[in-house]
């Protein structure tokens, strides 16, 4: 998509995550507009301030995020933890392909503007993630005695510290073990049969 096709917004959007890349976390407004061809003051009028573009570019990484491993008419498995298995293999390999990942789980987790997003996103990984235990609960895949909210904060919790751990390792592990070392984790945190 050329960028005389995406509006505004986006465009800056999509310079301010370049110029984050390039500068490695770090963003000033300038740059940004030359980088989208637009005037600082339009980047001011769109996001407000420097913490809000930053805010709105993981805001869009983690809305990527959610339509590349959350959607579940991307999950083609017959049976749930097929199902979940091919969900943890698009999570990691949107987080291995995307430039920005690294730097959304490392020096930008810590930017107070990034918190809310990240928060956000987490919020509705909590809530999805309970539905779907509750629906392996129902299908007699998981153990019906396991805390669905507590089951679902303990897997998201140790997948994002192995994932942060592999993106910012100094030689990242093959997305397919990490896949199955994180798979085994799940596998036995549910207490799962297969």
């Known amino acids: 998509?050329?960028?005389?096709?995406?509006?505004?917004?986006?465009?800056?959007?999509?310079?301010?995550?370049?110029?984050?890349?390039?500068?490695q976390g770090l963003l000033e407004m300038q740059a940004v507009a030359k980088r989208a061809k637009v005037s600082v003051g339009l980047a001011y009028h769109h996001f407000g301030s420097k913490a809000?573009?930053?805010?709105a570019v993981v805001?869009?990484?983690?809305?990527?995020?959610?339509a590349a491993a959350f959607d579940p008419a991307r999950l083609s498995a017959a049976d749930w933890?097929?199902?979940?298995?091919?969900?943890?293999?698009?999570?990691?390999?949107?987080?291995?392909?995307?430039?920005?990942?690294?730097?959304v789980v490392g020096a930008l987790s810590r930017a107070p503007?990034?918190?809310?997003?990240?928060?956000?996103?987490?919020?509705?990984?909590?809530?999805?993630g309970a539905y779907n235990v509750r629906a392996g609960q129902r299908d007699g895949v998981i153990p019906a005695d396991l805390d669905p909210?507590?089951?679902?904060?303990?897997?998201?919790?140790?997948?994002?510290?192995a994932l942060i751990g592999a993106l910012t390792a100094s030689?990242?592990?093959?997305?397919?073990?990490?896949?199955?070392k994180i798979w085994v984790f799940v596998a036995g945190a549910l207490r799962l049969s297969q």
């Open 81 to 103: 933890a097929g199902r979940e298995k091919e969900r943890i293999a698009a999570y990691i390999s949107f987080h291995y392909d995307h430039p920005f990942a690294p730097l």
């Open 59 to 66: 805001e869009a990484f983690y809305n990527r995020l959610e």
């Open 149 to 161: 909210r507590l089951t679902i904060a303990l897997l998201i919790g140790g997948i994002r510290q």
């Open 113 to 128: 503007e990034v918190l809310d997003v990240e928060q956000a996103f987490t919020r509705r990984q909590l809530t999805a």
């Open 1 to 23: 998509m050329g960028a005389a096709r995406i509006g505004t917004a986006e465009r800056l959007v999509q310079a301010a995550q370049e110029e984050l890349i390039h500068s």
């Open 52 to 55: 809000g573009l930053i805010a």
């Open 171 to 180: 030689h990242r592990p093959d997305r397919g073990v990490l896949t199955e």
